[in-house]
């Protein structure tokens, strides 16, 4: 039995996965976050959902195996004080903060698990509301809040970063042409010049010996520069 059907009392997934279905289980003041929730949840899963839409299994085993890695963690903090009362207070999310270290925050937390307590934190607050518990629908609404957040920031910073990576690949993409063309001129000038004074040297091996550096290259390379150019000319 999918661990799902225990932790969703409220949320009916059929209407989730059903494209063009009305969310009747939810409250429209929560639709956003549940989106944007589930929408974090299937791409992170690789699941295109516009071209073939997640059945309500696929979605149950995806929430399952996201939130097991972050209930591990909220295990772990509830075994301390900061923890324990994050945890009494239904805030998952900072019970689950409460054992890492502060630099560590923010990193740890993986986009699908931060997606899928946010799922179920939604569906805390719909059988909070039902229940008129006000004191507890603040605490777990700031605790979701803290989650979307914090799911927003780790976005940004992975685009972010992938801009970063894009740029640091391109300035070496110029960089080796750059040094492909001074190359080629540098070979072009020296081929010129085995032309010019070439009869000065003993041999294409000696010249490659003694011009080497001005042209920046490797003994070996000038060499067969001028040794396929004479062949060239055969």
């Known amino acids: 039995m999918s661990e799902t059907r225990r932790y969703l009392q409220h949320i009916e997934l059929e209407e989730i ?16 976050l549940t989106a944007k929730a589930f929408e974090t949840l299937y791409t992170c899963y690789g699941e295109n ?3 073939n839409p997640a059945d309500k299994q696929i979605t149950e085993r995806l929430i399952d195996d996201a939130l097991s890695p972050i209930a591990k963690r909220i295990y772990e903090g509830k075994q301390t004080p900061e923890g324990q009362r ?3 207070r239904g805030r998952l999310f900072s ?6 270290d502060t630099e560590m925050r923010g990193v740890i937390q993986e986009q699908a698990s931060m997606a899928a307590l946010m799922i179920y934190q939604i ?14 629908i603040l605490d777990v609404f700031a605790d979701l809040s803290n989650l979307h ?30 040094r492909h063309k001074e190359t080629n001129q540098n070979k072009i000038k020296a081929l010129a010049e085995w032309e010019k004074t070439g009869h000065n040297y003993s ?10 550096k ?10 067969d520069w001028i040794r396929g150019h004479c062949r060239q000319k055969l």
């Open 49 to 51: 959902t516009n071209q």
């Open 203 to 212: 041999s294409m091996a000696a010249f490659a010996t003694q011009r080497r």
């Open 86 to 88: 994050a945890y009494s």
């Open 17 to 32: 996965t059903k494209p063009s279905t009305e969310w009747l289980s939810i409250p429209s003041q929560l639709h956003d």
């Open 95 to 100: 019970t689950s903060l409460s054992s890492l």
């Open 214 to 223: 001005a042209y920046d290259v490797k003994e070996r390379t000038l060499y």
């Open 149 to 178: 957040g914090e799911l927003t920031r780790s976005e940004e910073y992975e685009c972010v970063m992938a801009d970063a990576e894009w740029e640091v690949v391109n300035q070496a993409s110029k960089r080796a042409k750059l």
């Open 123 to 136: 569906d805390r607050l719909i059988d909070l509301q039902k229940a008129g518990s006000i004191e507890s």
